[in-house]
């Protein structure tokens, strides 16, 4: 693998979990508007997995094998179990 691919990967990586986050606190914020707070145990769980979903596409990534379970952002957006 290249410096540019490695360098790319870990630039998408960044954006997936950022885009989770933000899914993340807009679900926390709705919540919040109509009375329903969600706890702080459940948002650090929250948390929690979208680190290991992130470390699991490091890992991914640096030995060159699988690829993400589902696409965020690409060609395949919405179709959940896409691995083409």
């Known amino acids: 693998m290249s410096l540019t691919g490695l360098l790319l ?3 998408n ?9 933000m899914i993340g606190y807009i679900v926390a914020w709705i919540f919040g508007m109509i009375g ?3 706890p702080d145990n459940v948002q650090k769980i929250y948390m929690v997995i979208v680190a290991l979903y992130a470390l699991y596409l490091i890992v991914a990534l640096l030995l060159g094998v699988g690829g993400a379970p589902f696409r965020l952002i690409g060609k395949a957006s919405l179709i959940i179990g896409a691995y083409a």
Do not use: C, Q, R, Y
């Open 13 to 21: 990586i960044a954006i997936v979990v950022a885009v989770l986050i």
């Open 36 to 38: 329903f707070g969600i």
């Open 9 to 11: 990967g870990l630039i």
